[in-house]
Each structure stands twice: as structure tokens, then as C-alpha cells.
């Protein structure tokens, strides 16, 4: 593939909700440029960017995947996103090095949720925006409703560019209302251009005005010259249009059929001709805030968005350029490290497959493979240049399964596996709890978390089980107490002796454990003292209850016994750990369960079932307030164990327009109906 000048480069975004077609339609976007000869299936697995085993055996994209489009003297780039919550990772790493989003919606389904959190997204990071309607041609579409639906949702910025030549299965091609022709689709000939036909003329006409309007609100001059009644050629337009697009004011909306190659020629275009390139976008962002100034002309740079383990070519980093121009053999540093990365010979991605090009420009995407100290999100610059780049703020990943190998001595594969998955999704977490030592995998849900398992046993042959997080609870007194602890062995030879009396008070909450020495005259040498306290602290790691940890006692030690030859340290160690356990039995002991903060986001009609739902897993509300775009933020305390599968509770309750975050926040006393249960299951466990 030859280099291309940056101000013919488009990096373009294709977006949405799951099944809207993005993948079909990145395909058929191919396979019109002529890179490919045929138009890949997503449901039958034939597809170039679907190319994982685990996206060809689910029909459906789980990675980020890219490929460059050549279209009449530019390069579009191609960044084909998963539709499903669970991967909203990948998007987040596109809109990174995106300057466009193309937001694919469906002709029968209209706006869907998962449009309206991209849409967000792209809000918040001042991405231009466009909207390709597809499946036009299926039963029951409508492209009216849809553009509806997409004005209710985006406002009055949504500017439809097109009219459907034909309904559902007779859909044939489509009407450009600015040049108020029509343009007929046909296998074998090809595109021909004709004239409206007169039953759509009205309709033409005033979808004409009405969005040649909105066009020209983002220009004084077109304006005047427009209700001056003076004719605006469609160049001009066009050109209105794509400041409107970069300045994130209009959103042009045109239509098609991937399936059918409808309209697809004409979103190229658009892409294009009113679509920005990286010469028109700001810098990308530094980690101190500022941007990129001297971009096209300054020393080389590149951002690296993504790295995937390829099985036969090993680790292959996608970038961007964000600084000046790449070529095979630069040697660049990693901000990160400090290192010197040689980037050898650089290539577009194709999905898989690999295409050598000779020179990335400022703003355009390339990979290159074999960098293994490079993680996502580094920062590559000219040694005589630092530029660090800043990572966009990861995602808090909100469900966990406890992992662990299948196979004795598969430790290192484990560790090596759950590297590189990390590694390829910042979005995936690994952690370890040194309380119920398990393995965490943390993952944005619970498809997201079994497709990782699936890639790590296929790519690193690891066999994997899972199981629940264990929850951490925490054994406490509620009472004062008193015990002797008295050790006492005798064997023949040198005897073990030692006595220590504790008292033992509850402390408030939080407060954990204190050691108080009370000893006087000598009942126990001062040197044993040390002795007692490890003992007791030892003896807290198993409360009587169930084999949690004790917290929120202080013992005090007051009194003892010594024996001049038999009492050394481990005696009098015995003798705590002795005197914990009979005080704790005394204190009357309860359950703690861990207690978190829970932060819910819910449009307004939903608040009532979110609210009650968090009531019935013993949540206690903490307040509500309205937030703008029609939503209330719930604030909540709930137990901790109520919550492993909330992700994706809230889901289905929402039908995904729900989202929160959780926080440790304090341990509390669990009612006793449920204590018996998890004693019961804990000497079940010992058994």
C-alpha cells in the first residue's frame, strides 16, 4: 500500500449497538474499493475483520479490528468496534485515534441504548459525528422513524442527507436531497442517477429546505446569500457541511443496505469530502493537559492504542502517528520505559492480514509488530524530542470469577496468560486477595469475562477453572471478656510453661486490633510480653465462628505465671494464642460483612424499580439526585455479597441504560439468620 498525505487521510469510527451490521457494513465498504472480492458473513464466520475463533464461533465482534479503505485519491481508515456492553473497552481504545464516528443504526430498531452511550462518548471527547441508517431494505423498516428516533435522541443537529428510493424489500437506492436527484442501485449495472420521481418530489423538495437549513446555520455567509434567494451550489454545501461536522453542530445522517451495497458509495463520500482529517482535529492530548501543536511538521511520535498476541507473529502494537512521520527502522524511545524501540518494517492491518507501506504520515494508523516491552497506551517519541501522551482513564471493570489452573505446576502459564490478556484489553484486571487468596479476573461483565478465559486457553493452552469470589468476612466480640490462657507440656525433659490472663474489649468499628500491656511485678518477664501479642495475633487469623479473621478488639494483658526453667517464648505465645480464643468464645462473637458504596445511574423511570431492587439486597439508601439528560444518581451502602452479579442484574433491569461503580466502604454485623447459614457452609468446608 503506497503513503498517503495527511489531509487525505480519514480516521473514521464505525459505532453502535450490537447486531446494527458494522461489521457487514466495514466488509462491503472492502470489498466496494476492490481490497477484497467478496463480502464476508459475520453469522457464517467468513468474514476479514471477524477473524478471532471466538468472534467466528459467536457470530458476533469482541475486539477492535481495522483496515484501510483507498477511495478515490484518500485513505480511510477503517476502525471497526464490538456493538455488546460488555466490549465498550474496545471503543473507548478506537475514539483514542479516531477523528470520526460513524454511528451505524439499524432502519427497523432505530436509536438502541447502546448508540446512546457512544453517542456520549463522543460527546464528551468533541468527536464529529455521522450516521449511516442500514438495513433499509429488511421488513418493516422506516427510514422516517428512524431519523425521528435520531433527532429525539441527538437534537435538532441531525441533518438526513437521503430519501429511500423504495421500501423495504423494493428499496433500490436512494435520493440525495442536496442534489435532488435519485441514484438506482443495480447488481449488474452498476449506479445510475435519474430524476426524482414525481410521487417523492414533494417529500424531496422539503426535506431539501429543511436540511439545507440546518446546514447553513453554521454560516452567516451561506445564510444571508440563502434567504437572499440565491441558489448555493451543492460544492458549497458540502463544504458547510463539513465545518458543521468538525465543529460537532450537524451530524449527517445518509442510508443504505451493507448487504445490498446501497448507499455505500455515498457514505465514502461523505466521508471524505465533509469528513475531517487529522490536519483538522486538535493535537492529540498530553498527560499535562495540553495538545500536540506542532503536529504535522514536528519530530516524530506515536501513540500506541492497542497490542494483539499473534500466535504466529507474537505481539503486533497498533499506533498512531501523533507527531511528524514514521518510516520502517526509526528508532524511537518508550516514554514509559526509556528504552530504545526499533520499529522494523510498519504495515496496515487488514484484520489479520498485513500490508507493508513505506511511510505513516502525521495522523495516519499503522502496526508493527515484535515490540514486547510496549504496553498499550505508550508513548514512542524521537529521543531528541520526549512527548508523553496521555492514556485515556481505564474503565473500572465491575465483574469478577475467581481463577485458578486445573493443573498442578500450570502456575507460570497462568501468569504468563493473564499478562498478555491484560496486556491486549486494559479493560480485563487481574487481582490478587491475600484474605481468600484467590485469583481475580475483573472484566466489564460476564461475556467479556468467559471470551478472555476462552482466549487464554486457546492462545497459551492454560486450563482454567472458575469459581465465585469468596466474600471476606470478619469475626468481632460484642461484649467484654476475660480468659486465662495456660500452656503447659511436660516430656521427660525441658517443660513448656506459661500463663497469660487478657481482658478483651470490643472497639468501634474500623478500629482493627490493639495490644495493651498491663503486666506489673513480674508475673510475666518482660522479655515474653512480645510473645503474648504474637500469639494472640496469630490465633486472629481463625475466629471461633466460622475461620474468619478477628477485627475490632483490644486485648489487654494484665497477669500470667512464669516458670524459672520451663517458660520461653513459644510458651508463652501458646499461652496468648490460648487466651484470644477462650475470650473471643466469651465475648459473644459475631459476623462483619463487608459493606460497599454503590453510585447507580438510571434515567428517571427506572429510579423506582433500581431503588427497590437494591432495598430487597438489603441495601440502605442514601440519597437520590437528578443529573442532566433525564437521569437520578442513587446513592446507596449494600452488602457486598449481594452484589458479584449486579452488573448484570442491572442489565436486564435496565435493559442496559444502567450503569454504577462500587467502593469498599466499611464492615457491619450480619443478621443472624443469615450467620447461621455461613457458619453451616464454612464447617461444611472444613469437614
Known amino acids: 500500500m503506497k503513503a498517503y498525505p495527511s489531509d487525505r487521510i480519514r480516521n473514521v469510527l464505525l459505532a453502535g449497538h450490537g447486531g446494527t451490521g458494522k461489521t457487514t457494513l466495514a466488509e462491503a465498504l472492502l470489498n ?4 477484497t472480492n467478496r463480502v464476508g458473513r459475520v453469522e457464517d464466520g467468513t468474514t476479514v475483520l471477524d477473524f478471532e475463533d471466538e468472534e467466528k464461533q459467536k457470530g458476533f465482534s469482541v475486539s477492535l479490528a481495522t483496515a484501510p479503505v483507498e477511495w478515490e485519491g484518500y485513505k480511510v481508515n477503517l476502525l471497526d468496534a464490538p456493538g455488546y456492553a460488555d466490549f ?21 430498531e432505530g436509536v438502541e441504548v447502546q448508540h446512546e452511550i457512544i453517542w456520549q462518548m463522543a460527546a464528551d471527547l468533541d468527536l464529529p459525528r455521522m450516521v449511516f441508517v442500514n438495513k433499509v431494505d429488511r421488513e418493516r423498516a422506516s427510514v422516517a422513524q428512524t431519523v425521528e428516533s435520531l433527532t429525539d435522541a441527538f437534537g435538532s443537529g441531525i441533518a438526513p442527507l437521503h430519501l429511500p428510493l423504495g421500501e423495504e424489500h423494493d428499496f433500490a437506492g436512494v435520493i440525495d436531497i442536496l442534489a435532488n436527484t435519485a441514484l438506482r442501485y443495480d447488481d449488474d449495472a452498476g449506479v445510475s442517477e435519474e430524476a426524482v420521481p414525481d410521487e417523492l418530489a414533494a417529500a424531496a423538495q422539503e426535506a ?43 451530524f449527517p445522517v445518509v442510508i443504505g443496505s451493507a448487504t445490498r451495497r446501497i448507499g455505500l458509495d455515498r457514505l465514502l463520500q461523505l466521508v471524505c469530502e465533509a469528513g475531517p482529517s487529522p490536519l483538522d482535529r486538535p493535537g492529540m492530548p498530553t498527560t499535562d493537559g495540553a495538545r500536540v501543536e506542532d503536529g504535522p511538521g514536528g519530530a516524530p511520535a506515536a501513540y500506541v492504542y492497542k497490542n494483539y498476541a499473534d500466535p504466529f507473529v507474537g505481539q503486533i502494537s497498533y499506533f498512531r502517528v501523533a507527531r511528524g512521520s514514521v518510516r520502517p527502522d526509526i528508532h524511537l524511545m518508550n516514554q514509559r520505559t526509556g528504552h530504545d524501540e526499533r520499529l522494523h518494517q510498519l504495515f496496515a492491518l487488514v484484520g489479520k492480514d498485513h500490508e507493508s507501506v513505506p511511510e505513516f504520515a502525521y ?12 504496553q498499550t497506551g505508550d508513548s514512542l517519541a524521537d529521543k531528541s524530542a520526549p512527548l508523553e501522551l496521555a492514556r485515556p482513564v481505564p474503565l473500572e471493570p465491575v465483574y469478577a470469577v475467581a481463577i485458578a489452573c486445573k493443573t498442578k505446576g500450570d502456575e507460570d502459564k497462568l501468569a504468563n496468560a493473564t499478562h498478555r ?16 487468596h484467590q485469583t481475580l479476573l475483573w472484566g466489564m461483565g460476564e461475556t467479556h469475562v468467559q471470551i478472555t478465559l476462552e482466549r487464554m486457553h486457546r492462545k497459551f493452552g492454560v486450563e482454567i477453572e472458575t469459581a465465585e469470589p469468596q466474600v471476606a468476612y470478619r469475626e468481632t466480640a460484642t461484649t467484654a471478656s476475660e480468659f486465662e490462657g495456660k500452656h503447659k507440656k511436660q516430656s521427660g525433659g525441658r517443660g513448656q510453661f506459661g500463663v497469660a490472663h487478657v481482658r478483651l474489649e470490643p472497639l468501634p468499628r ?11 511485678g513480674g508475673s510475666i518477664p518482660r522479655q515474653f510480653i512480645p510473645a503474648v501479642d504474637k500469639g494472640i495475633q496469630e490465633a486472629m487469623a481463625r475466629g471461633p465462628l466460622a475461620g ?5 478488639v483490644r486485648l489487654i494483658v494484665d497477669d500470667g505465671k512464669a516458670h524459672s526453667v520451663d517458660s520461653d517464648e513459644h510458651s508463652f505465645k501458646m499461652a496468648g494464642s490460648l487466651a484470644l480464643r477462650g475470650a473471643m468464645a466469651a465475648g459473644h462473637p459475631v459476623l462483619l460483612e463487608p459493606i460497599g458504596r454503590i453510585e447507580v445511574l438510571v434515567p428517571d423511570a427506572l429510579a423506582g424499580d433500581v431503588t427497590g431492587d437494591l432495598n430487597s439486597r438489603r441495601g440502605r439508601l442514601q440519597g437520590m439526585e437528578s443529573v442532566p439528560g433525564g437521569r437520578q444518581l442513587i446513592r446507596a451502602m449494600v452488602p457486598m455479597a449481594e452484589v458479584h452479579r449486579y452488573s448484570i442484574d442491572l442489565r436486564s433491569m435496565t435493559s442496559g441504560r444502567g450503569s454504577f461503580s462500587l467502593t469498599f466502604d466499611h464492615y457491619d454485623e450480619i443478621p443472624p439468620h443469615l450467620t447461621d447459614k455461613i457458619v453451616a457452609a464454612a464447617k461444611e468446608d472444613d469437614a
Open 32 to 35: 466496494l474499493s476492490g481490497r
Open 88 to 108: 465498550i473497552g474496545e471503543v473507548q481504545a478506537a475514539m483514542s485515534v479516531a477523528d470520526l464516528v460513524v454511528l451505524v443504526v439499524g432502519a427497523v
Open 208 to 250: 431539501n429546505t429543511r436540511t439545507i437549513e440546518a446546514i447553513i446555520e453554521t454560516d452567516e455567509a451561506l445564510m444571508e446569500r440563502y434567504f437572499g434567494d440565491e441558489e448555493i451550489d451543492t460544492k458549497e454545501l458540502l463544504g458547510a457541511l463539513g465545518k458543521g461536522v468538525a465543529a460537532g453542530e450537524t
Open 363 to 374: 495522523g495516519d494508523l499503522g502496526a508493527v509488530a515484535k515490540l514486547p516491552d510496549v
Open 421 to 436: 490478556a491484560v496486556e491486549e484489553d486494559p479493560a480485563i484486571r487481574i487481582e490478587r486477595n491475600p484474605e481468600t
Open 510 to 520: 474500623g478500629e482493627g486490633y490493639e495490644f495493651v500491656d498491663k503486666v506489673v
Open 548 to 552: 474468619f479473621p478477628v477485627v475490632d
